[in-house]
Each structure stands twice: as C-alpha cells, then as structure tokens.
C-alpha cells in the first residue's frame, strides 16, 4: 500500500497497518500516545479525510483511523453495504486490535456507525463525538437520492473510472464537503480521484 505521511507533528510518522475481521481486510493507520480513539470517515472517503484533526489530537490520544470496507485500501467484497455490516466490521476492528473504553469519532455516515457501536457495545466505548452525523434525521442529500435512480447510477460508475470523471467527482465532493471547496488541499482532491480508479470502489460507494 501507498504511505501517504501526515504533517509534522507527533503523527508525522504514523503506522500503517491492516487487520482481517469477518474475513475482510480492513487498512488502518495509528500514532499518538493516550486512551485509544477510533476516527471513522464518512460516505466516498478514506483515512486521508482525517489527516488535518489526527496530527493535533494525537498530542493526547492514540489515533486509530480506519478505512470501513468499501473505501480506501480496505477490501471491497461484492456484497450489500448495509449499516450491519459496517457496524460489525468496526465492533469487530476494536475486538481485534483489544482496544478498551475507545473515543469514537465519526463524519457524516461514519457518525451514524459510531452511534450504533456506541448502543452496542456500551461498556467499550468512554466517549462519543459525532461531526454533522447521518442517521439523526430523515433529510437524504439530493444528489444521493439521484445516484439511486436506475442506470443513474451505473453510468456514473462507468464515468469516473476516466480521467476526466475522476477530477469531476473529486471537484463536485468537495463543493459538498467544504465552504470554501477552491482551497482543498491537493492531496485531498489526489486522494478522491485515487480512489475512484480502484478496482470495486465505485460499485461499493454506489
């Protein structure tokens, strides 16, 4: 796998490592010293969206980020990518690592998982922080009601595998993500066309 370093900092030198839970293999990255804190990205995305919080919170905690299957450098089986299997995979990816009283940090659909490991397994988890989290209404973004409608969304799969695709997806992502989407760092907008050139990744996001 590609070592993509941190900033400086005391994550400048962070781990890269990978653990099989459910027979998939989930990437990770770890530095800091502290309690043990699991940092879980949202929809489309990787470790890599975590790369400007993990540095200052390592100063106090062992950071865990990790690519839920489907996304980043984890497996991407041909199988339903429903909320039960991301939530086990992650329960399963704290048991593994034996990761004890863990602060759950979770973006966007990753703050829904984080939610639903926190009502599962109560007695592992010491904190919770949820970061404009999914599940805690019933608005659904539009474009992502478009990518649902048939051949919708196919046919973008098909689109950003291309050069040009990926740079469209990277650049409309952004204009979701960010206020101000024209100062994205570039490693971020590298990271989102990679991802859209690996093999299963756009049939796992869609």
Same mark, same amino acid.
């Given at each position: 796998?590609?070592?993509?370093?941190? !900033?400086?900092?005391?994550y400048?030198?962070?781990q890269?490592?990978?653990?099989?839970?459910?027979? %998939?293999? %989930?990437?990770?990255?770890?530095?800091?010293?502290?309690?043990?804190?699991?940092?879980?990205?949202?929809e489309?995305?990787?470790?890599?969206?975590?790369?400007?919080?993990?540095?200052?919170?390592?100063?106090?905690? =062992?950071?865990?980020?990790?690519?839920?299957?489907?996304? *980043?450098?984890?497996?991407?089986?041909?199988?339903?990518? !429903?909320?039960?299997?991301?939530?086990?995979?992650?329960?399963?990816?704290?048991?593994?690592?034996?990761?004890?009283?863990?602060?759950?940090?979770?973006? &966007?659909?990753?703050?829904?998982?984080?939610?639903?490991?926190?009502?599962?397994?109560?007695?592992?988890? !010491?904190?919770?922080?949820?970061?404009? &989290?999914?599940?805690? *209404?019933?608005?659904?973004?539009?474009?992502?009601?478009?990518?649902?409608?048939?051949?919708?969304?196919?046919?973008?799969?098909?689109?950003?595998? &291309?050069?040009?695709? =990926?740079?469209?997806?990277?650049?409309?992502?952004?204009?979701?993500?960010y206020?101000?989407?024209?100062?994205?760092?570039?490693?971020? %907008?590298?990271?989102?066309?990679? %991802?859209? !050139?690996?093999?299963?990744?756009?049939?796992?996001?869609?």
């Amino acid at each position: 796998m590609e070592a993509r370093p941190l !900033s400086e900092s005391p994550y400048a030198e962070p781990q890269h490592g990978v653990v099989v839970v459910n027979g %998939l293999r %989930l990437h990770y990255v770890v530095g800091g010293d502290g309690p043990p804190a699991v940092l879980i990205h949202g929809e489309g995305a990787s470790v890599l969206d975590w790369e400007w919080v993990a540095p200052s919170l390592s100063s106090f905690l =062992r950071v865990y980020t990790v690519d839920l299957p489907g996304h *980043g450098d984890s497996d991407k089986p041909k199988a339903p990518y !429903s909320a039960e299997l991301l939530t086990d995979s992650l329960i399963a990816f704290i048991d593994a690592l034996e990761l004890e009283r863990v602060v759950l940090v979770g973006h &966007s659909l990753g703050g829904m998982l984080a939610a639903r490991v926190a009502r599962r397994v109560a007695d592992q988890v !010491s904190a919770l922080c949820l970061i404009d &989290s999914g599940g805690l *209404g019933r608005y659904i973004n539009p474009s992502n009601v478009i990518e649902t409608l048939p051949g919708v969304g196919e046919v973008g799969q098909l689109v950003s595998r &291309s050069p040009l695709g =990926r740079l469209h997806r990277a650049l409309l992502r952004a204009a979701l993500l960010y206020a101000r989407w024209w100062r994205v760092q570039p490693a971020w %907008l590298a990271e989102q066309q990679r %991802l859209s !050139s690996l093999m299963g990744f756009p049939e796992a996001n869609l």
